[in-house]
């Protein structure tokens, strides 16, 4: 019998797991998460493979320059033939940094805020290092963080809305069209998880842990600072009004951005370097609510095009590209706009105001620094990870009775969105 078994009110390591395995299993939470999670990334990965090899060469013709093989497709082989199509894109910039570093002043890297990668980096450790086991972290690190968020947005959901509107509301997050980049090499499920678990901890009263989620959102997107909108609306209603010490965790919400400047100033001399070089993607303030009526008027121009089948460039010229797919894209980003807005009311009806002023001052952000080449570019990524819309949504298809049929079409846009984007195509 070892020492550990020996002694006197220790449980054995292998009697711990198995009791933790246990409680996953029994959990309502889990099992539903992990329902959503397993079959939904499970499809976007074979969608992906198989839209990549499909393509053939066309993919790195697609990529014009954009892509880093090096750290890309650095396993070889059957390796690369499953992980290289989901790392496009911004999943290049992300490990880049966890790789490499940011790499002096005013590099476009500094846009991207630093939690993922450095947690990439860390788990990347584990296995060397090297950039074929940063490959690996960042998809192990995406994936856990999106299976949590998805069990505390369930816990949550069914606190808020009823254990009916949970299953709907996992399920249509995990389908939304977007939800490809929870398990790319992106920061949104690390920012999700960051996100719920503040509105979590704060709905069960432990402000600590809810400043501390906060804090690490904004270490991981810039929107993160927005947390402490809710977090103060949540802490004034739930302690009748009056403030006590508790509030004093909230000040931990802008603590991640706050560190993040400092290490730009210390490092570069530059503490805004990472608004700065938004000019990169010619992202600027344009002011409030500007981008949508930029985005109307690029849907409509683009659902004039495509209705006339002339191949000139009608809008945005800019944005480069096959005219038609443009047009598609300017029509498609403004559907999203409209679906966002929708929800922002029904969570603003459904649930306490703290939910909707999240989602009003999240969406507030990119309408008010649009692309100039396309007002709503990146929309659907953005609206992925406002929570708060997918628990309304989930509420009121369970009401409808129409989950399966919402998550149907959902599922099929999705499956559009993997194709292009594992073929080097933009989507969001």
């Not at 499970?42 to 499909?54: K, N, S």
């Not at 999106?146 to 009916?164: C, D, I, K, P, Q």
């Not at 000040?251 to 991640?256: D, V």
């Not at 109307?296 to 945005?316: E, I, K, M, P």
Request: with cysteine; net charge positive.
């Amino acid at each position: 019998m070892t020492q550990e078994a020996t002694q006197p009110g220790r449980v054995p390591v292998r009697s711990r797991v198995a009791r933790a395995y246990v409680r996953l299993r029994d959990d309502e939470s889990f099992r539903a998460a992990w329902r959503a999670f397993a079959w939904t990334r499970i499809a976007i990965l074979v969608v992906a493979v198989y839209a990549a090899l499909a393509a053939g060469g066309a993919v790195q013709r697609n990529a014009g320059g954009y892509d880093l093989p090096a750290i890309t497709a650095p396993l070889g082989g059957f390796g690369d033939v499953l992980a290289t199509p989901l790392a496009r894109w911004d999943a290049v910039w992300y490990l880049s940094v966890a790789v490499d570093g940011y790499d002096g002043a005013d590099s476009p890297r500094h846009a991207f805020f630093p939690l993922y990668p450095v947690v990439t980096r860390g788990v990347a450790m584990l296995g060397g290092g090297g950039a074929a086991a940063v490959l690996i972290a960042s998809y192990l690190v995406a994936l856990a963080a999106f299976l949590a968020a998805l069990v505390l947005l369930h816990r949550l959901t069914a606190f808020e809305l009823g254990r009916a509107a949970a299953w709907p509301t996992v399920l249509l997050i995990s389908v939304f069209p977007a939800s490809l980049y929870f398990g790319a090499p992106y920061s949104e499920s690390l920012f999700l998880l960051c996100s719920v678990g503040a509105f979590y901890a704060a709905r069960r009263g432990s402000w600590a842990l809810a400043g501390a989620a906060a804090g690490l959102a904004s270490a991981t997107r810039s929107a993160g600072i927005l947390l402490l909108v809710p977090l103060a609306l949540l802490y004034w209603q739930q302690s009748h009004r009056r403030l006590g010490r508790d509030a004093l965790w909230l000040a931990l919400a802008p603590l991640g951005l706050v560190v993040y400047a400092a290490f730009l100033a210390v490092a570069y001399g530059d503490p805004l370097s990472f608004s700065r070089v938004q000019e990169f993607w010619s992202r600027d303030f344009a002011g409030p609510l500007v981008g949508a009526v930029e985005g109307a008027g690029a849907a409509f121009a683009g659902a004039r095009q495509l209705l006339s089948g002339s191949r000139d460039t009608v809008y945005f010229a800019a944005a480069g590209g096959d005219p038609f797919r443009v047009a598609g894209q300017n029509v498609m980003l403004f559907a999203c706009l409209c679906f966002a807005v929708a929800g922002a009311w029904g969570v603003l009806r459904r649930l306490p105001l703290a939910y909707g002023a999240y989602v009003i001052a999240a969406l507030m952000l990119p309408l008010s620094f649009p692309v100039a080449a396309q007002p709503l570019m990146s929309l659907p990524r953005f609206v992925a990870v406002l929570f708060p819309i997918f628990m309304w949504l989930g509420a009121v298809t369970a009401r409808r009775g129409s989950v399966d049929r919402v998550a149907v079409v959902f599922a099929v846009l999705l499956g559009l969105f993997v194709t292009q984007y594992a073929t080097w195509q933009w989507v969001a």
